[in-house]
């Protein structure tokens, strides 16, 4: 298990579109209308500047018209249910019970989950996601095959084995003294495979379906490892009586990962709508992210997150299609829901702002920030060509198209200057 090998350096040019750190003028993205983007032999990106003729000596590959912006960023999908999306079998708690164990369970077939893995990976390529955290299901052998298939795709991923050891059929169910080793030896032959794009996430289902020394257990595997840690609180009222009643030590839920050690500063919580302000304020101390799922909130009912109780508290946000709640595997509608979702709530974030929540956000909130999530000189070249309409020209109504209007096409994916899509 290797990482594609390194290639020559290669150019490409399109007109470019990426986040920019804070700038002065308040301006968050930038655009050159006719850009090279130089990819070293390290996979790196060795320069993003206006196209100059006789510049770059070597072959370029001209991508014009399409725009050139960095992959997006799902911060929040489940691998298990690519064949249940759009399940509208009732809230949280019913929809779990009816449509997703039921599917879950039939990932104990090793040669399904490896169908559904290539099913997975070919859905997220063609949505122009080029980084995902993923849940698998509680069955080893499929989160084997998720990362075969990671791999195989040439995507950045970071996965884990769902661990639930209550409250749940039999046929998910796995005692803490098989679930913890089966992730100890996946950490073992996953972590850091890929030459690095492949990670191994600890990954409890949620509060109602763990026992405490499952959680505990857990948290010490992922200190031992520096691994991150991904999770579900505070998605519906219901759960967080469920978890109230299966952890009554807990003064709230987040007190229940608290407690346990799960919030070791590189947790990434999803959902997050029925949070206290002490809840907020502890995920703030603990160096905690949550992910914004707005697609899901809407198709379960389960209420709408406020973006500013993180941002006031400098709680890094990432945006998650949480599919098979999410009804699309594509983040330009996690982007339009979670527009939907702010004007329900009085506020109006722009174009841009989505934009920079599903590429910069994202990769900030799961610890990526450095690595992409922008077309910076220095960065890996995870990036998309997308192909819009011939009379969708200037930045904003660029931005436009992209977010709301489903009329733009993904052309072709990179990751680490690698291609990997089509
Ligand atoms: N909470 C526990 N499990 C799940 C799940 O699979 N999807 C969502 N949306 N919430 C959950
Ligand atoms: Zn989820």
Known sequence: MSARSPESPRAYRGRLLTP??????GAQVRTIDDALLVVGSDGRIAQAAPFAPGAFRGP???LRPAVLMPGFIDAHVHFPQTRVIGSASGPLL???????????ARFRDEAYATLVAGEFTGRLLASGTT???VFSSSCAGATDRLFRALLAAGLRGIAGLTLMDQSCPEALRVPRDEAIPAARDLVQRWHGEGGGLLEFAITPRFAPSCSRPLMEAAARLARDHGLLVQTHVAENPAEGEATLRAHPWARDYVDVYDRVGLLTGRALLAHAIHLSPREWDR?????SSVVHCPDSNFFLGSGRMRLSDPRARGVPVGLGSDV???RSFDMRRSMSSAFDNALCLGDRPTPADLFVLATQGTADAV?????VGSLDVGKEADFIAVRFPEHVIGEAETLNHLVFASDATVQRAFVRGQPVYP
Do not use: K
């Open 20 to 25: 920019i750190p804070a700038s002065p003028d």
């Open 60 to 62: 370029v590959l001209d």
């Open 94 to 104: 019913d929809w779990l019970e009816r449509s997703v164990f039921p599917e879950e």
């Open 131 to 133: 980084t995902c955290v």
């Open 283 to 287: 995920l703030a101390e603990t160096g």
């Open 324 to 326: 098979g709640a999410g």
């Open 367 to 371: 610890g990526l920030g450095r690595v």
